[in-house]
């Protein structure tokens, strides 16, 4: 039967692509390191790397294993966190998984809010550019929990947030400015509302190709009849804005990452542009989990952009 420790020293092998670098890093001599690595492929039927002269790869077998190596190692660290809050020991450790624009503009109020209840609890972030990506991550054990659109099929609790909706931002001088400026006592209060098809002609502020709000705004423009050109790709959900306000073109963003003094143009799109947020995780919510989800729904209604379901 594989040990924890066996599955560890193949995580630490594959990340590493070395033995030499994983022995170092886990402070075991290489010999040793090797032999645990034999004694779990002896368990596990057959090979799990190939060692090849210049680095290793996984077999089929290596592959099927790995994914649950992790998340069996998650697993165990949670259990050490439980064990000490219930020794009355309260510096655990929270580890949320979430998209890059969900970052931006979803987390820091609830991050706060929760910095003022737990204060001792650390927080762990892994950020990642596609929902899918996000999901595939908390299959193989990488948090406590999710945050973002919610998985196609998922077999843990999925919590449902609320809905997020996306703005249009253009330079402050655009050619639609004059016309579209109007009062209002919060940024989106003043946004005018614009459909895609009036953009048609414009060449967009895009994202790269695997970021999840590249397939947003794609999807968005083929609902309007239309593939939208590209005049700079962006990499960063938090660039978009300010390339869109130097003038490079229209840039599809999330209402809730602008800042309260934005100086861009922003439209608001007509039909409206939404995606609805959930936090899911692989079983029930631990209490950990379980308190940073009501902190969320109690910031919610706070965030600009966002209403609940």
């Known amino acids: 039967m594989a040990t924890l420790r066996?599955?560890?020293?193949?995580v630490t092998v594959?990340?590493?692509g070395s033995f030499?670098?994983?022995a170092e890093l886990l402070h075991v001599t290489q010999p040793a390191l090797s032999h645990q690595i034999r004694a779990l492929e002896r368990s596990a039927?057959?090979?799990l790397l190939e060692r090849l002269p210049k680095n290793l790869r996984l077999t089929p077998s290596g592959r099927a294993m790995l994914p649950y190596a992790r998340a069996a190692l998650a697993d165990a660290e949670r259990a050490r966190c439980a064990a000490r809050q219930a020794a009355g020991l309260e510096t655990g450790e929270l580890q949320i998984a979430t998209l890059y624009s969900v970052s931006l503009g979803i987390l820091p109020a609830a991050l706060k809010a929760w910095r003022r209840q737990y204060a001792d609890v650390g927080i762990r972030l892994f950020e990642h550019r596609h929902a899918d990506e996000l999901a595939d991550a908390m299959t193989t054990g990488e948090a406590d929990l999710a945050i973002g659109p919610s998985p196609a099929t998922w077999?843990?609790?999925v919590h449902s947030l609320g809905i997020e909706e996306f703005v249009v931002v253009l330079a402050s001088d655009d050619a639609l400015a004059p016309k579209r400026r109007r009062k209002g006592s919060t940024l989106l209060d003043r946004a005018p509302t614009i459909s895609l098809g009036e953009l048609t002609d414009r060449a967009w502020v895009h994202y790269t190709p695997g970021h999840g709000l590249a397939d947003l705004l794609d999807h968005a423009c083929a609902q309007a009849g239309f593939q939208p050109r590209i005049a700079v790709r962006t990499e960063q959900t938090a660039a978009a804005p300010g390339l869109a306000v130097a003038g490079l073109?229209?840039?599809l963003v999330p209402?809730?990452?602008l800042p309260p003094g934005f100086d861009g143009l922003v439209l608001r799109t007509d039909p409206p542009i939404c995606r609805t947020l959930t936090a899911y995780t692989r079983g029930t919510a631990d209490p950990l989990?379980?308190?940073f989800i009501d902190v969320l729904h109690t910031t919610w209604p706070d965030i600009p952009g966002t209403k609940p379901v």
């Open 14 to 16: 594959v990340d590493q």
């Open 45 to 47: 039927g057959g090979p």
């Open 255 to 257: 209402a809730n990452i």
């Open 6 to 10: 066996q599955l560890e020293y193949l």
């Open 249 to 251: 073109g229209p840039a």
């Open 155 to 157: 077999p843990g609790a």
């Open 20 to 22: 030499t670098r994983a």
């Open 289 to 291: 989990a379980a308190a």
